[in-house]
């Protein structure tokens, strides 16, 4: 019985030794994919850190894409860049003063898109049109 009792301890420290192993592995993998300074004179990050800045970035990234997504669905509209942005669309909080680029000096909407990609873009209502 002490032998079974002693294999049981064992199998129970070993599958607590891999889940520690485990928990400590995940932040290396945050840490690994959320920019902040990997130089060797820069101590690696405590796990709480690792996970508030993995947190903060996420909502950086959230915030960013549906500033983006804002100013997809606005140039949907059929606006021209030459109209002022609402400063609600503005990037970061930006003028819409910022840019200076008159709609008239503009190729067409599907020009545009094919233009570049060669392709009419999914994220445009009007390339799906004929030019």
């Given at each position: 019985?002490?032998?079974?009792?002693?294999?049981?301890?064992?199998?129970?420290?070993?599958?607590?030794?891999?889940?520690?192993?485990?928990?400590?592995?995940a932040?290396?993998?945050?840490?690994?994919?959320?920019?902040?300074?990997?130089?060797?004179?820069?101590?690696?990050?405590?796990?709480?850190?690792?996970?508030?800045?993995?947190?903060?970035?996420?909502?950086?990234?959230?915030?960013?894409?549906?500033?983006?997504?804002?100013?997809?669905?606005?140039?949907?509209?059929?606006?021209?860049?030459?109209?002022?942005?609402?400063?609600?669309?503005?990037?970061?909080?930006?003028?819409?003063?910022?840019y200076?680029?008159?709609?008239?000096?503009?190729?067409?909407?599907?020009?545009?898109c094919?233009?570049?990609?060669?392709?009419?873009?999914?994220?445009?209502?009007?390339?799906?049109?004929?030019?």
């Amino acid at each position: 019985k002490p032998k079974e009792q002693r294999s049981l301890r064992l199998s129970i420290n070993a599958r607590e030794r891999r889940r520690m192993h485990d928990l400590n592995d995940a932040p290396d993998g945050l840490r690994s994919v959320i920019p902040y300074a990997h130089s060797p004179s820069v101590r690696k990050l405590s796990k709480i850190a690792t996970l508030l800045l993995a947190k903060n970035y996420i909502l950086m990234q959230a915030q960013a894409l549906e500033e983006m997504r804002r100013l997809v669905a606005y140039l949907n509209q059929g606006q021209t860049l030459g109209t002022s942005i609402p400063p609600g669309l503005a990037p970061f909080g930006q003028s819409a003063a910022v840019y200076p680029f008159t709609g008239a000096a503009l190729p067409s909407c599907p020009e545009k898109c094919t233009a570049f990609a060669g392709a009419a873009s999914g994220l445009c209502k009007h390339c799906s049109e004929k030019p």
